[in-house]
């Protein structure tokens, strides 16, 4: 591959996209982020992925965030582009701009808005990955309604395709499953657990690759990876019961998720709002009130001395 001389690993956030109080992508901010990533030891970043609000982006807007942040990272960070469109012939498109505007490796998350049988989702895969055939690409596979892709639909799929380099699964309960990939491809498709790094510490001694939860946790949970993996566990599970209440509330939906992640990314000192783009999560008072406390304790645990 091309540009896989240095594998993805550890925690690799989801960047959120910033906008102005008129919904309008706010560049600035972006750019923003981008710095609070690097300055908090993340060697790679993600976007314009759910936590991205991708779905509510224009592809022009989704080609922007990837641009706007491939060149202000300038090489400091990798950037992992989502390229997500329903249809093959659209997300490819996404993939072949990402690639040529410089991503490090390209992302895509399997096309779930009604059932489809394994054979229509390997001829989108596999397309998708023909599209790009010189870059890494990360599958993501985020099925709520149902079982994500099968163990020999994934082995197969590495087998065709010597690109298919990474897979995100989100889904509760899946240390057997990943522990059945991890056999079967004999390590050779790096895993990664998302929804928000909620089950890391169970699936961190399995092998797995990574994480990839919001940005505005990611400094605390690489440290928690890191403990992890060094066999720190006591170091490791404190730490990450610091932070459990955050991610827990704030993971009820999604679109709270954004109000949180914004919120505490503006009580980490590096956005100005919490604008996420209608149709938006309305919280309740008491919402906001008890999301506020509990950003504040994440602030605080950032901020101790011992951190």
């Not at 505490?264 to 506020?292: C, E, F, M, Q, T």
Request: aromatic residues 8%.
């Amino acid at each position: 591959m091309d540009k896989n001389e240095n594998e993805l690993f550890g925690v690799v956030p989801i960047v959120p996209t910033p906008f102005t109080e008129d919904e309008e992508i706010d560049e600035a901010a972006l750019r923003r982020l981008i710095d609070f990533a690097i300055a908090g030891g993340i060697k790679a970043v993600c976007l314009p992925a759910y936590a991205s609000e991708f779905y509510k982006l224009s592809d022009e807007e989704k080609l922007r965030v990837v641009k706007v942040a491939v060149e202000h990272a300038a090489g400091r960070l990798k950037i992992v582009a989502q390229s997500n469109h329903p249809s093959l012939k659209i997300a490819a498109r996404l993939a072949k701009a990402n690639v040529a505007a410089g991503a490090d490796v390209i992302s895509l998350a399997v096309p779930r808005i009604f059932g489809l049988p394994d054979s229509s989702l390997k001829e989108y895969l596999s397309g998708f990955l023909k599209a790009v055939p010189n870059t890494p690409v990360l599958i993501q596979d985020f099925n709520p309604g149902g079982s994500s892709i099968s163990v020999p639909f994934i082995k197969d799929l590495m087998d065709t395709h010597p690109n298919f380099k990474y897979l995100k699964l989100e889904e509760p309960l899946c240390a057997p499953k990943f522990e059945d990939i991890i056999r079967t491809t004999g390590g050779k498709v790096g895993l990664f657990e998302g929804w928000g790094g909620l089950y890391m510490l169970e699936l961190v001694p399995l092998g797995i690759a990574g994480v990839m939860p919001g940005l505005a946790v990611a400094d605390i949970l690489q440290k928690v990876f890191v403990l992890r993996k060094e066999g720190k566990h006591d170091k490791a599970f404190d730490l990450f019961e610091k932070v459990m209440p955050q991610i827990f509330f704030s993971l009820q939906n999604m679109e709270l998720f954004h109000y949180a992640e914004k919120e505490l990314l503006i009580a980490r000192g590096v956005l100005h709002n919490s604008v996420a783009r209608k149709a938006a999560y309305i919280p309740d008072p008491s919402s906001v009130k008890y999301i506020r406390e509990l950003n504040q304790r994440v602030v605080a645990l950032v901020n101790d001395k011992n951190f």
